[in-house]
């Protein structure tokens, strides 16, 4: 299952050693609401090898805003407290497990 993320636990996540991958999401977004499940299958299949959470901006919009999210669903893949990459729109599970792959 994804993690809740948010400003309480934001910061002990990234700066562990795995991988974080955030899916910044509102519940009024359609897209948001498609890629959902992908990513909640995706954070069952990594759980122990990478962080995989969601973000309501409605709910964290300072986390939002330091990631300069400016449209929805937008995945934020962080390494070493670096991001390394970001995807923005709909992706389908086999890009999302080949993009967590690639940072593993």
């Given at each position: 299952m994804a993690l809740a993320?948010?400003?309480?636990?934001?910061?002990?996540?990234?700066?562990?050693?795995?991988?974080v991958v955030i899916d910044?999401?509102?519940?009024?977004?359609?897209?948001?609401?498609?890629?959902?499940?992908?990513?909640?299958?995706?954070?069952?299949?990594?759980?122990?090898?990478?962080v995989i959470g969601k973000c309501d901006t409605d709910e964290n919009n300072e986390l939002a805003i330091q990631f300069g999210v400016m449209n929805i669903p937008m995945?934020?893949?962080?390494?070493?407290?670096?991001?390394?990459d970001t995807?923005?729109?709909?992706?389908?599970?086999e890009d999302l497990v080949e993009k967590v792959n690639k940072y593993l």
């Open positions: 993320i948010d400003s309480s636990n934001f910061e002990t996540l990234v700066n562990g050693d795995k991988l910044f999401w509102a519940p009024w977004c359609g897209p948001c609401r498609h890629i959902g499940p992908i990513v909640e299958e995706v954070a069952a299949e990594f759980e122990g090898k990478a995945l934020v893949f962080v390494k070493n407290k670096e991001v390394v995807h923005v729109g709909i992706i389908s599970k």
